[in-house]
C-alpha cells in the first residue's frame, strides 16, 4: 500500500480530474439524505430523485413518515426496488427518531448506525454531506477504485475505509469516498478506460496489469487495454 503522502497526492490529482464530484442524490436536509441514501440501496440516485419529490413532500420530516401507512409507503417507492424492506427499514427508521432523538438525524456514527436499515457506508453519507461530520463512505467503486490504484487493500468496505481513513486527514475524508466514486462510474469502470486517467502513473494496476497486457499483445491487435483483473474485489450489486 502506498505513503500516507502519496494517497493524499492521488486523491488531490482525482479530485481535480473530477470537480464536480458530490454525492449525486437530491436532498436539502439531513433527514432527506438519509432517507434517499436508505431508498438507493440496490437501486440508482437517477431513480431515487425521481421518487424523493413527492415522498418529501408527503413526508418532509421524521414525525410525518412515522404515520405513514406502509401500503401507501411501498406504492411510493416500489421503482427503486426492495419496496417492501425499504419501506419497514423507513417506517423504523422514522421512528426511532422520534421516539429516541427528537426527530431529528444524530450527528453520530454509532446511533446512526442504530437506526434499522441504516449501515456505515449510508451513515458515513449523511455525517460527510448533511451533518459536516467527516466522514468516508466506501461503496463498490470506491472498493474497486482504491485497491487497483492501490491505496487500499482488501474487500471488506469497513477495512478500506479505516485504511483510507488513517492515511487522509478528516477534511479529505467525504471528498476522497465522493472522487473514487466518480471515477469509478466514469473511467475506472470494471473495463478501465486507464488512457483517460489523470493518476494511471501511480496506478499499481496499470503498472502491473495493463502495461503488461499491452506487451504480451501483437502489435496488430494492440488497442484499448482489456485486462483481467486480479486485483478485483467481491462487491455487492447495487
Ligand atoms: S489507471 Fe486504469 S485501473 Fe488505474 S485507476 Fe486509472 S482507470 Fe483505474
Not at 7 to 33: S, W
Not at 52 to 75: G, I, N
Request: charged share 30%; proline share 7%; glycine share 6%.
Amino acid at each position: 500500500m502506498k505513503a500516507p503522502a502519496a494517497v493524499r497526492r492521488i486523491i488531490e490529482t482525482l479530485a481535480e480530474q473530477h470537480p464536480d464530484a458530490d454525492t449525486e442524490l437530491h436532498y436539502r436536509n439531513a433527514f432527506e439524505l438519509l432517507v434517499a441514501t436508505m431508498l438507493s440501496a440496490q437501486s440508482t440516485d437517477a431513480r431515487v430523485n425521481m421518487v424523493t419529490p413527492a415522498l418529501f413532500a408527503k413526508y418532509p420530516d421524521a414525525a410525518a413518515l412515522v404515520r405513514a401507512k406502509q401500503a401507501s409507503l411501498e406504492r411510493q417507492i416500489v421503482s427503486t426496488g426492495f419496496f417492501r424492506q425499504k419501506s419497514k427499514a423507513l417506517l423504523g427508521m422514522a421512528r426511532m427518531l422520534v421516539e429516541e432523538h427528537g426527530g431529528h438525524v444524530p450527528a453520530d456514527m454509532e446511533a446512526l448506525t442504530r437506526l434499522p436499515g441504516v449501515g456505515r457506508k449510508t451513515a458515513n453519507v449523511v455525517l460527510g454531506h448533511a451533518l459536516g461530520v467527516p466522514g468516508l463512505p466506501v461503496d463498490r467503486h470506491v472498493l474497486r477504485v482504491s485497491n487497483r490504484i492501490g491505496i487500499a487493500e482488501g474487500d471488506d468496505p469497513e477495512r478500506v475505509e479505516a485504511q483510507l481513513c488513517e492515511a487522509l486527514p478528516k477534511e479529505l475524508w467525504t471528498r476522497a469516498s465522493d472522487v473514487q466514486i466518480l471515477h469509478g462510474r466514469r473511467i475506472c469502470r470494471p473495463k478501465p478506460m486507464c488512457e483517460d486517467c489523470a493518476v494511471r502513473d501511480d496506478c499499481d494496476y496499470y503498472a502491473l496489469v495493463v502495461t503488461k497486457d499491452i506487451t504480451k499483445k501483437p502489435a496488430a491487435k494492440r488497442g484499448r487495454p482489456r485486462a483481467r483483473d486480479p486485483r478485483r474485489v467481491r462487491t455487492p450489486a447495487r
